[in-house]
């Protein structure tokens, strides 16, 4: 259990991190993939990417002040990396097949507000702490626009699906990274709890939708699979 003995504490800890790092990056290479192996985004909003570059961004200006450990300063270097390339994707390499005529959806809308709120409710006024908190306001929102061109085109392909499912999860874990962290060490901040849970909130209601085309895909795999066996390993 996660309330054994401070060895204990510092895995569950680990492992929950871990978990919601590897869901994160799951999302990214679902999205990266989905773009380069069919030489295409359409139905991804670009809208929704260049605001979680905007995130990270703000997020991770720390990086060359603010050493933590190697690990968290691979995976801002992932994460930013990760978004620039997928705006350098949509916006240039296969600019031809951006759907921008789908994604249409208003980001004053949202950046406005964050802008205000990062400056109004924050932990600290320093210039690093006001940008941190603008980004945890910002990613509570950055997958709206990707949503708003679902609904409006009535659909989603497969691998779409995925990326939301992926990214859905991450912010699952990361809620359970907060509440873990505050019955285990009795730390919180609400900040990050409550945007944590407007995010997941927003896009629960697509996620059992997604959960189901993944688990057809799978279904779909594992029979194409085991048809193949079956044929080249017959019974008789």
């Known amino acids: 259990e996660c309330s054994i003995g401070v060895f204990q504490r510092a895995q569950c800890h680990l492992l929950t991190v871990a978990g919601r790092d590897l869901s994160h990056l799951l999302a990214i290479i679902i999205l990266l993939l989905k773009i380069w192996t069919s030489r295409s985004c359409a ?26 450990s190697l690990y968290n ?5 992932i994460f930013l990396a990760a978004s620039y390339a997928t705006l350098y994707l949509i916006y240039l390499r ?7 005529n ?9 950046l406005i507000p964050t802008v205000i709120f990062s400056l109004l409710i924050n932990h600290d006024y320093s210039p690093l702490e006001i940008l941190w908190t603008f980004s945890i306001y910002l990613e509570a929102v ?13 659909e989603a392909e497969s691998i779409t699906s995925h990326y939301l499912f992926a990214l859905g999860s991450y912010r699952a874990l990361y809620i359970f990274n907060w ?15 409550v945007a944590g849970v407007f995010s997941k909130e927003r896009s629960s209601s697509y996620q059992p939708k997604a959960a189901v085309e993944v688990f057809l895909v799978l279904s779909d795999t594992l029979n194409a699979e085991a048809a193949s066996t079956a044929l080249h390993n017959p019974l008789f």
């Open 102 to 110: 789908h994604d249409t959806f208003r980001v004053e809308f949202l």
């Open 94 to 100: 296969f600019k031809a097949t951006y759907d921008h």
């Open 43 to 68: 139905g991804i909003s670009g809208k929704s990417q260049m605001m979680f570059a905007l995130t990270y961004t703000t997020r991770y200006l720390d990086l060359f002040t603010n050493y933590i």
């Open 142 to 154: 950055a997958i709206l626009p990707q949503l708003f061109m679902v609904s409006k085109t009535g």
């Open 179 to 193: 509440v873990y962290r505050y019955y285990a060490e009795g730390f919180y901040d609400l900040i990050a709890i």
């Open 73 to 77: 300063s691979t995976m801002k270097v």
